[in-house]
């Protein structure tokens, strides 16, 4: 392993991803630009590069194996190995989606990016992540997928796509799933929600700035080695499950 930290940030050529690529760049961290499309990638890269930070680019399609498999090839031969994983690529699928409403694919395309994607980059990149002495790896999520908060009364989600919601409920369990098998190595794995961020995920109708948004992903990313693995966070502290 390299000792400088070496971080990927999956749809980080954007909004909170790129935030977060830039919060872990401003420790010195040498930090991966996961993203699919070439241009945005590299603007991206070009533009942490010009605030004195340490990025490359790596070509990433979560919903391909082909291209997962080839990203963790890449970062293995120019970084040397991986310290943390911020799994932070997602789609809604559209609006308006209700659970009544929603098209079959619609809600297969939402799993296959922001749940099954999450397992294909993170098993991928586990086999790195076991040789760093302080690996960490953060879910992005939303308090939306809170089934607690869900059936609390007065408790108004808004017009959250019924796909997009349901797979952060999803991914909340698979952390607690890893969480619980990685238990006796030393990686720390949690959820983290941004809050009500103004991204192009949601038409910036967000009140948060993305860069409020990439805290949390920042602050797991960087818990001491007793910090907490399998929980689920954001600025204010647990959310419930």
Request: aromatic share 4%; charged share 15%; proline share 5%.
């Amino acid at each position: 392993m390299s000792e400088r930290t070496i971080a990927l940030v999956t749809g980080a050529n954007k909004g909170i991803g790129y935030e977060v690529a830039a919060g872990l760049g401003a420790l010195g961290w040498r930090v991966g630009v996961g993203a699919r499309d070439h241009q945005r990638r590299e603007t991206a890269v070009e533009k942490l590069r010009a605030d004195g930070i340490d990025a490359f680019g790596v070509p990433l399609d979560v919903t391909d194996d082909a291209s997962v498999a080839a990203a963790a090839g890449l970062i293995a031969g120019h970084a040397g190995g991986l310290d943390v994983l911020v799994n932070n690529a997602a789609i809604t699928g559209g609006v308006p989606q209700t659970a009544t409403t929603v098209e079959p694919a619609t809600v297969r395309g939402v799993v296959e990016t922001n749940v099954i994607g999450v397992i294909r980059v993170t098993n991928a990149m586990l086999p790195m992540l076991r040789g760093s002495a302080a690996p960490r790896i953060v879910n992005m999520s939303s308090s939306v997928g809170s089934l607690a908060l869900q059936t609390t009364p007065d408790v108004d989600m808004g017009p959250v796509p019924a796909a997009y919601l349901a797979s952060k409920t999803f991914l909340n369990a698979l952390t607690i799933q890893y969480a619980k098998e990685l238990g006796d190595t030393n990686i720390l794995i949690n959820s983290g929600c941004p809050g009500f961020t103004a991204t192009d995920l949601n038409g910036f109708r967000g009140v948060r700035t993305p860069q409020q948004g990439a805290a949390i992903a920042i602050h797991l990313a960087t818990l001491p080695d007793d910090g907490p693995t399998g929980g689920f966070f954001d600025d204010a502290g647990t959310v419930p499950w």
